[in-house]
């Protein structure tokens, strides 16, 4: 199986990288979604906040998934 070099030497497969990948992109379309209210959520329950920022909530989901998938980079 290919594998792909990442920053700091650590190894990831393909299959690995499309997975982080899906997950960063639910996670950013979810926060979005949860504030502008123009589709469906993919998984989630929010109650909307009035004059929520849509930018704050993809740049806190965004940092919540990547932390939570590259825990030794925080």
């Known amino acids: 199986m290919e594998r792909i070099v990442v920053k700091g030497g650590s190894v990831s497969a393909p299959f690995e990288n499309a997975r982080q990948i899906a997950i960063l992109n639910l996670s950013l379309y ?3 979604e949860a504030v502008e209210r123009k ?5 989630v329950k929010v109650v909307p906040v ?3 920022s849509a930018e704050a909530a993809v740049v806190a989901a965004g940092y919540t998934a990547l932390s939570g998938l590259f825990p030794q980079d925080n």
Do not use: N, T, V
């Open 39 to 43: 589709y469906e959520l993919f998984d």
């Open 50 to 52: 009035p004059d929520a």
């Open 30 to 32: 979810d926060a979005i």
